[in-house]
């Protein structure tokens, strides 16, 4: 079965770190683009990084230079490590494949069940 | 950035009825439009794509149509199951990947 599960949430104080894992099943994280979105309480969802083999990364504004995103190279887990954390951060964190069609990065096909991330101020 | 909307923000429908959302990009994404449909406590789940191609194992009583900045989604007979939260998507130009805020719809 095809299927995507994050770990790692957890209630943390404002300024410290994270590292959020996602755990992919039925196909290798390696040939995909894989995204990090996020759904702050009782809010929409925000796209927040996204992975594609070892060589292209991507972050929202939001994120840049805080969120670090990389691959487990002999598993197949994608992570995603947050420092200086905000309160503005917390949500629920969902890992998403993005579905592929003649080499275009497209919508997402595969969505985790998400990882609840907590900051305290 | 391309900005998302959606509406209405709330719509309020009866079993067996229709809904009609609507979904709007602030510059043309073609037809690179997904939709989602969200319960509570779940991930997003893939609805739509290419604006009007369902996704494996979507019933046929969803539908989307629309190009360029304007778009529908259809479900032509309310059921249970579908009372949901739904999001529209654009991958014509990214990053970012962007979303509407959402369209819930609620049983009247």
């Known amino acids: 079965e095809v299927q995507l599960v994050e770990s790692g949430g957890g209630l943390i104080q404002s300024g410290g770190s994270l590292r959020l894992s996602c755990a992919a099943s039925?196909?290798?994280?390696?040939?995909?683009?894989i995204s990090w979105v996020r759904q702050a309480p009782g809010k929409g969802l925000e796209w927040v990084s996204a992975?594609?083999?070892?060589?292209?990364?991507y972050y929202a504004d939001s994120v840049k230079g805080r969120f670090t995103i990389f691959r487990d190279n002999s598993k197949s887990i994608l992570y995603l490590q947050m420092n200086s954390l905000r309160a503005e951060d917390t949500a629920v964190y969902y890992c998403?494949?993005?579905?592929?069609?003649?080499?275009?990065?497209?919508?997402?096909?595969?969505w985790g069940q998400g990882t609840v991330v907590t900051v305290s101020s | 950035e391309i900005v998302m909307t959606q509406s209405p923000a709330t719509l309020s429908v009866s079993p067996g009825e229709r809904a009609t959302l609507s979904c709007r990009a602030s510059?043309?994404?073609?037809?690179?439009l997904a939709w989602y449909q969200q319960k509570p406590g779940q991930g997003p789940r893939l609805l739509i794509y290419?604006?009007?191609t369902r996704a494996t194992g979507i019933p046929a009583r969803f539908s989307g149509s629309g190009s360029g900045t304007e778009f529908t989604l259809t479900i032509s007979s309310l059921q249970s199951e579908d009372f949901a939260v739904y999001y529209c998507?654009?991958?014509?130009?990214?990053?970012?990947?962007?979303f509407g805020q959402g369209t819930k719809v609620e049983i009247k």
């Open positions: 510059q043309s994404v073609s037809t690179n």
């Open positions: 998403a494949r993005h579905r592929m069609f003649r080499g275009a990065v497209c919508d997402f096909d595969i």
């Open positions: 992975f594609y083999s070892n060589v292209i990364t």
């Open positions: 290419d604006a009007s």
């Open positions: 039925g196909f290798t994280v390696s040939n995909n683009y």
């Open positions: 998507q654009q991958y014509n130009n990214w990053p970012p990947w962007t």
